[in-house]
Nanobody
Framework: QVQLVESGGGLVQPGGSLRLSCAASGFTFSGYLMRWYRQAPGKERELVAASTSVDGSTNYVDSVKGRFTISRDNAKNTVYLQMNNLKPDDTAVYYC?????????????WGQGTQVTVSS
């Protein structure tokens, strides 16, 4: 049974921090590109950050560069998103996403999403 289980969302004040976690099971985690997406009310789902399986390279949307950090622990089958200096515009449901890199894009998995709310 393939699972991506997210945790760590919640309510924080502007300028605060959160760390999201995504625990993967049921597939070869080390062979997958891991990504975080988010979707705010009334907006399209947006790619926030990505981390490749082999060389560990990372990529971020411009609006979070310098504030968010994606990391992965292949031994624990877990990907993280550290979010610092949070802004109200960061409010969204955050989704964990896995894309196969063995044959790129052959299989794609999604987590259930976790709510992040940044508000005073």
């Amino acid at each position: 049974q393939v699972q991506l289980v997210e945790s760590g969302g919640g309510l924080v004040q502007p300028g605060g921090s959160l760390r999201l976690s995504c625990a993967a099971s049921g597939f070869t985690f080390s062979g997958y590109l891991m990504r975080w997406y988010r979707q705010a009310p009334g907006k399209e789902r947006e790619l926030v950050a990505a981390s490749t399986s082999v060389d560990g390279s990372t990529n971020y949307v411009d609006s979070v560069k310098g504030r968010f950090t994606i990391s992965r622990d292949n031994a624990k089958n877990t990907v993280y998103l550290q979010m610092n200096n949070l802004k109200p515009d960061d409010t969204a449901v955050y989704y964990c996403n896995a894309v196969e890199e063995i044959i790129f894009g052959r299989t794609i998995y999604w987590g259930q999403g976790t709510q992040v709310t940044v508000s005073s």
